[in-house]
């Protein structure tokens, strides 16, 4: 496993295991982008609520690295979905990215008005090319069934809040069977996890900071993660993961952590919310 180790999607496209998400990442977008890419990161996960595509897709472009290298992860707002303007959220994201294409399109949040119906305009989206991918968010068992019910083309990822207080093992067990990836947001909770006692002392022993531990395990979990930072000593970091393995006892203990704990917004009740930045 190293950082561009890829996991094969239900439909054959490849996706990084590993990649660097920018929500909150503001006016530090573009560096962050830019500081990841130099650090070998060749996957960046965006969203049109983030308000920050066209620096993402300024920052990949201003890397050189070929488009085709690199995956790009954005993700379709509610708003669009209530309104019924999902093709047009789609294009003005493209856009702004600069981009023929992203590698992933998702259902942000599963709007109950407009599940089926976004759903089936990410497969319109699949079939002409724009995304070579798409899947799903925020996502518990009963968005995914209503999901499936509807589709012609199986969601090939869901992201959820996963973390050592949130392991999700069930929703992740129920996606696996339905061949539908995990990614992990919030993977470092976000940052609220990192002065857990077994974890310390876990990265202690093995002479690694506890993000890398946190992260470690995620991927030994079969979890694709996107860790958030704007800072490049921390984006070198988190990506420094690749020179050791937990045991399958550390794994355990990293198991054992969970207490349901959301840090984020529950999919349960997210159509309350009213501000999301
Ligand atoms: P995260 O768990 O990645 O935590 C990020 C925070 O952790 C940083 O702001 C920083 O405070 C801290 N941190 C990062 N690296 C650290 C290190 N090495 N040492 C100490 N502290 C460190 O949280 P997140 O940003 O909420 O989630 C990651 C990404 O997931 C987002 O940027 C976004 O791309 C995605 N996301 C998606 C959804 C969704 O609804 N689909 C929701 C939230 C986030």
Redesign the pocket.
Known sequence: MNLTTAKKLNNGVMMPIFG??????GDETYDAVRAALDAGYRHI???AL?KNEDAVGAAIKDSKIPREEIFVTT?LWNDDMAAGTQHEAFERSLKLLDMDYVDLY?I??PVSSALESSWRVLEEIYRAGGARAIGV??CHMQHLMRVMAAAEIVPAVN???C?PYLNQKALRTFCNNLSIEVT????????RV?EDAVIESIAARRGK????VVLRWELQENIIV??????KE?II??ADIFDFELTPEEIQSMNELNRNQH???NPDNFEDKKDWN
């Open positions: 660097l998400g920018v929500y909150k990442s996960d965006t969203a983030y993700k998702l942000h949040w968010s925020n992201q959820i809040e973390h992990a947001w919030s993977p470092l909770g976000r940052g990192l900071t506890p993000a890398q996107i860790p958030k930072s704007v800072h921390r970091e988190n840090f984020g917004t």
